[in-house]
């Protein structure tokens, strides 16, 4: 035994905020971090060094980044800070001129470095000791694979191109290798999360890599027939309707991937969308929509909207209500336009939509909403649904059906007599349903 294997493990407390890109990149550090014989503890005070990976998208995520800093100042006082709010440090610092460094996004390795400054590590790196997917921060059973970063597109109300730089996608072959390895150590569901889903392979013109005997471009379709092929439930995010989505829905319709897609339309008014300069433009997407459907009657679609957006009209607003009908969208968030800072839409010239109206418009978008997915999840009472569980109570179990992603849609509740396990995929009765969530009986 030598001196160093003595010396207590470095504790590193760890703050993720923002959304499921950032929280990859949390998982991706604390991986290495467990590599390298850091303890991971939950309090700020006795940890040797705090990181707070940061979410500058909004102004609000922003000022709650600033607030997660500044507790963990108060409580350690050895702070590094990295994520999107990193990439604009003069705000950090001005405001804490004492914390450790301040790291961008995708900055793993010079978080590290500056870890290993503040904490040195205790022993030299152990990588056997870590199981080869790493450590999550998610359940075991289920994990977001991030296959590019950045973004090409150049949407109005958005700074995160700013932010995180055009698109630069991971070579087909090193995603799959990736959640192959996560898929051995039991994940049973791969939640495929970048920019712009749809996009993947463009910077590399769908450049081939081998996987499996066999080579594949970096291309949307390949990668979903490629991981179609690991036998565990694969959910597609922040996808554009591009034409060439629809070569997918086959593959959804034959259950090699979920008939599930995320798809931020924002909105549906021709005008409203020009102005947000949003990729895929709408003229055709309701025929899209239906055409997909024809092919995968059981799609679900999820999407994000924004109300309010600088010179949207009533009827732009009325035009959006209908689209959530006609395009049957079972799941929807809907945020109200935030001017944030450094965005091209704050220069348009086009009329504010005043903050009562934005405000009365997104409580009738969340009524009309509710009602669409209400009509959708009665429907499914009396059938029989494949559901994935989450968490087991004493007689109830808490799961996902295949039109639930994790965190953002519905649950299943669902009464069992035999104990069920976080992973399990069991068969479900539908007994009843409300707007968001359903109840049934496994067996
Ligand atoms: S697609 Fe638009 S909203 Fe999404 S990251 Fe790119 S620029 Fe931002």
Avoid at 56 to 71: R, Y
Wanted: proline share 7%.
């Amino acid at each position: 035994m030598t001196d160093t294997d003595l010396r207590p493990a470095p504790k590193v407390s760890f703050v993720s905020l923002g959304c499921p890109k950032a929280l990859v990149d949390s998982e991706r550090i604390i991986t290495r971090l467990r590599a390298e014989g850091y303890e991971l503890t939950r309090s700020h005070a006795g940890a040797d060094v705090v990181i707070v990976n940061t979410c500058g998208f909004l102004d609000s995520a922003k000022q709650e980044s600033l607030d997660a800093i500044g507790t963990a100042m108060n409580e350690n006082g050895k702070v590094i800070v990295t994520g999107c709010m990193g990439a604009e440090p003069e705000q950090i610092a001005e405001r804490f001129p004492n914390v450790l460094a301040i790291t961008g996004p995708q900055a793993y390795e010079s978080v590290l470095e500056k870890v290993h400054v503040a904490a040195p590590p205790a022993h030299d790196p152990f990588l056997d000791l870590v199981p080869p997917q790493g450590i999550k921060l998610t359940p075991r059973h289920y994990a977001y694979l991030k296959i590019s970063e950045g973004c090409n597109n150049r949407c109005s109300f958005c700074i995160i191109p700013k932010l995180r730089g055009d698109l630069v996608s991971r070579p087909l072959a090193e995603v799959m290798r990736e959640a192959e390895k996560l898929v051995n150590a039991g994940v049973k569901e791969l939640l495929v999360i970048s920019q712009d889903t749809s996009a993947y392979g463009i910077d590399l013109k769908y450049q081939e890599s081998r996987w499996r005997d066999r080579d594949w471009r970096t291309k949307f379709i390949d990668l979903a027939t490629a991981l179609g092929e690991l036998g565990v439930w694969v959910r597609m995010h922040y996808v554009y309707p591009y034409p060439h989505v629809d070569e997918v829905m086959p593959l959804m319709a034959e259950g090699k991937i979920l008939p599930y897609l995320d798809i931020p339309f924002q909105h549906a008014s021709a005008s409203v969308l020009k102005a947000m300069r949003r990729p895929a433009s709408q003229d055709k997407t309701l025929q899209r929509i239906r055409d997909w459907r024809a092919v995968c009657p059981d799609l679900t679609i999820r999407s994000t909207f924004i109300t309010g957006f600088p010179g949207e009209t009533e009827a732009d607003f009325e035009e959006l209500l209908a689209f959530l009908d006609e395009a049957r969208i079972e799941r929807a968030g809907c945020f109200t336009y935030e001017p944030v800072k450094g965005a091209t839409a704050n220069d348009l010239g086009l009329p504010p939509v005043p903050a009562e109206v934005a405000a009365i418009r997104h409580k009738r978008f969340m009524e009309r909403q509710q009602q669409v997915s209400l009509r959708l999840q009665r429907a499914k009472v009396g059938k029989r649904l494949q559901v994935i569980i989450d968490e087991m109570g004493t007689t109830v179990a808490k799961g996902r059906s295949k039109a639930d992603a994790p965190e953002i849609d519905g649950k299943v509740y669902v009464s069992t007599r035999r104990p069920l396990r976080p992973g399990d995929i069991v068969s479900v009765k539908i007994e009843r349903a409300e707007a968001y969530d359903l109840h049934g009986v496994a067996g």
